[in-house]
């Protein structure tokens, strides 16, 4: 069985900073591509930021220059430090990543953690 718990959400004011982590476990072999995804209230789920096993990076337009992914390959976390933030970067942040097991590659989610921006 494989987790990802998310964690460090919350509310914050405009132009505040935050830091997301997200924690894989359980009979992992190895993780390829992980990313963060957002969703707001009334629109669908969209790509914030990706990061490969060897470190390449890819980042939605309306964060470039915000907001930075990371990854520590050896505690199997992922990382998004998001700077300047802004009120529409309101919305529920999950983490993603594809994960090898002993029995094949899939897709896992976390749970979601929620980040507000508001005055």
């Known amino acids: 069985q494989v987790q990802l718990v998310e964690s460090g959400g919350g509310l914050v004011q405009p132009g505040e900073s935050l830091r997301l982590s997200c924690a894989a476990s359980g009979r992992i072999l190895k993780i390829n591509a992980m990313g963060w995804y957002r969703q707001a209230p009334g629109k669908e789920r969209e790509l914030v930021a990706s990061?490969?096993?060897?470190?390449?990076?890819n980042y939605a337009d309306s964060v470039k220059g915000r907001f930075t992914i990371s990854r520590d390959n050896a505690k199997n976390m992922e990382y998004l430090e998001m700077n300047s933030l802004k009120p529409e970067d309101t919305a529920v942040y999950y983490c993603?990543?594809?994960?090898?097991?002993?029995?094949?590659?899939?897709?896992?989610w976390g749970q979601g953690t929620q980040v507000t921006v508001s005055s």
């Open positions: 993603n990543a594809r994960i090898i097991l002993y029995s094949g590659i899939d897709d896992y």
């Open positions: 990061i490969t096993s060897g470190g390449t990076t």
